[in-house]
Every structure is written in C-alpha cells, then in structure tokens.
C-alpha cells in the first residue's frame, strides 16, 4: 500500500501564479483533509471532505480551493499565490473522521515557497 | 471557535529524564488523538482515547484523558534520543468528521 501520496515535494512560486497540489490515498478512505504547518507551528485545517463531492471550509480556507470527484483523489488549488501560503501542506485521509477509533494517514508533504 | 492549546512549547531533556506534555481544549471533547512529527517529517498517530479518566500505555509511553474531557497529557518515561520531535495532540468533538490540532510541543533530548 502506498498510503497517502502527494505531489509535487517541493515547489517554488512566483506572487501570482496558480498552482494544484496533488493528493491520492489508495486505502480507500471516506474522509480527507488538507493541513498547513507554518514553520515551527502546529496544523491549521484548510478544507476537507467526507466523500466524493462532499467538501466544507477548515479553519483558514481563503485563498484556496478543493475539490473531490473520487474517493481516491483531493487536489488543493491555489489561485493567485501570496507569501502568506509559504509553508508546508500535508493531506491526510481516514476511514471515519472524529467518529471511531483510527488516526489520520499523512502524506509526506508538499514544502511550497512564494516569492 | 474551538482552540486546542498544548504545554510547554518547547523541552530539552537529558537522555534519561522523563517528558509530560499537556493538552488543553477549550471545549469539551469527544475524543483525542495523539501524534509524533519527527524533524522533516510528518505526523504519525500513536493513539486515541475515548473515555473519560482513560490511561493507555505504550511501552515508555503513558496517555492520558482528562475527567472533564477538555485536557490530556502525554508522559515519556526515561526518554531516548529517537524521542526527539514535535508531539500534537488533536481534539475531535461529537457530530464533527474533523479534528483540531493543538499547538505542539518540540522535544529535544540531549545525549
């Protein structure tokens, strides 16, 4: 099982530019999320899905955009990047959100600068 | 909105020494979850407890659920250098399918 994948590792941006990251979880997971970790700080909830074609808002959704046409994939799109979304983007997937008994499967992360 | 906080921030421990950190909602949770973030990497669920009062142990690793539900702590008993990283803690609350990190604690141990 490969887990949870995310595309690309690292990504440099100019202000302005747009960009998709890639997730795909292969565990046939319901619930995916979208984290972002500013240097040296916890995980702040971007957007997240319960299933296909299900998404809503996290914590600091602006600037973002999801969407959730399979069970397997959850791209995080971002229009018009500012140095504010530096940091580091980590997808997750589980089989029950905040219902049972099993923990959250990260991806290894997207590192994305904006300069 | 919901704000999970966690204490201290920071530790430095001697190769040895035990480790507390503590987790603190302010609201009344359902459940929490615990993971570790070694340097570079990303988080790895350790554990989830459900009841209220409830200690779970793993190896030199004690959980703890807060009576009230709104805090927790987890304790390294004689840490080792493979202790080192971030441990968060995450709160999910009922009729909710997302959790809430807390803020973090960094531990570093000293060889």
């Known amino acids: 099982n490969a887990g949870v994948t995310q595309t690309p590792k690292f990504r440099i941006l100019k202000i302005g530019q747009s960009m998709t990251l890639q997730c795909t979880q292969d565990?046939?997971?319901?619930?995916m999320y979208w984290y972002r970790q500013d240097p040296g700080m916890g995980l702040k909830l971007i957007y997240y899905?319960?299933?296909?074609?299900?998404?809503d808002k996290g914590e600091v959704p602006n600037g973002y955009n999801v969407s959730r046409s399979t069970t397997e994939d959850f791209p995080l799109r971002l229009e018009l990047a500012a140095p504010s979304q530096t940091s580091v983007y980590f997808c997750?997937?589980?089989?029950?959100?905040?219902?049972?008994?099993?923990?959250?499967?990260f991806g290894s992360g997207t590192r994305l600068t904006v300069v | 909105g919901q704000q999970v906080m966690q204490i201290p921030q920071y530790q430095h421990v001697q190769e040895g020494e035990d480790f507390t950190t503590y987790c603190n909602s302010s609201?009344?949770?359902?459940?929490i979850q615990w993971y570790k973030q070694r340097p570079g990497g990303h988080p790895v669920f350790l554990i989830q407890?459900?009841?209220?009062?409830e200690v779970k142990k793993q190896k030199r690793l004690t959980f703890q659920f807060g009576e009230a539900k709104k805090n927790s702590s987890l304790h390294i008993t004689a840490t080792q250098t493979t202790d080192v990283g971030t441990y968060f803690c995450?709160?999910?609350?009922?009729?909710?399918?997302?959790?809430?990190f807390g803020t973090g604690t960094r531990l570093k141990v000293l060889a």
């Open positions: 997750a997937s589980s089989l029950s959100g905040a219902r049972v008994r099993d923990g959250y499967t």
């Open positions: 565990m046939n997971h319901n619930y």
């Open positions: 899905s319960v299933g296909a074609g299900i998404t």
């Open positions: 609201t009344t949770l359902s459940n």
């Open positions: 407890l459900v009841k209220s009062g």
């Open positions: 995450a709160g999910g609350t009922s009729g909710t399918y997302k959790y809430i």
